[in-house]
C-alpha cells in the first residue's frame, strides 16, 4: 500500500508564489506515476500535473507556465511550485500515486491541503 501526505497549503495573495509538498510511505517502490489533482469547492476535481519516476511531466492547461512539478525519489516526495497564482486556483489540492498492488494498477490519495488566494 502506498500512503500520501500532503503539506503546504495556505493563504497567497493574487500573483504569489506556493510550493506544495508530499511525502509517500509503504510500497513506494511500485509507484509508477505521482501527480497533484485539485477539487474548488461545487466543482469536480481535475488534474493539475503528473510527473512519472523518470520524470516525463504532464500539466493541465490552466496551470501551463505557472506551476512546476518535482519528483525527488531519494527523499519519495512530489513538490508543485505554484507561481503568479489566481483567486480561481483556490482550491483543496491532493496529491495522487498510481501504483502496484501484486497485478492492479491503483491509485492513492492523500488527504489534501486547502490552497486559499485572496486579498
Known amino acids: 500500500q502506498v500512503q500520501l501526505v500532503e503539506s503546504g497549503g495556505g493563504l497567497v495573495e493574487p500573483g504569489g508564489s506556493l510550493r506544495l509538498s508530499c511525502i509517500a510511505s509503504g510500497s513506494i517502490s511500485d509507484i509508477i506515476t505521482m501527480g497533484w489533482y485539485r477539487q474548488a469547492p461545487g466543482k469536480q476535481r481535475e488534474l493539475v500535473a503528473t510527473?512519472?519516476?523518470?520524470?516525463?511531466?504532464v500539466y493541465a492547461n490552466p496551470v501551463k507556465g505557472r506551476c512546476t512539478i518535482s519528483r525527488d525519489n531519494a527523499e519519495n516526495t512530489v513538490s508543485l511550485l505554484m507561481n503568479s497564482l489566481q483567486p480561481e486556483d483556490t482550491a483543496i489540492y491532493y496529491c495522487?500515486?498510481?501504483?502496484?498492488?501484486?497485478?492492479?494498477?491503483?491509485?492513492?490519495w492523500g488527504q489534501g491541503t486547502q490552497v486559499t488566494v485572496s486579498s
Open positions: 510527473i512519472t519516476s523518470g520524470g516525463r511531466t
Open positions: 495522487y500515486a498510481l501504483h502496484r498492488l501484486l497485478s492492479t494498477v491503483t491509485g492513492a
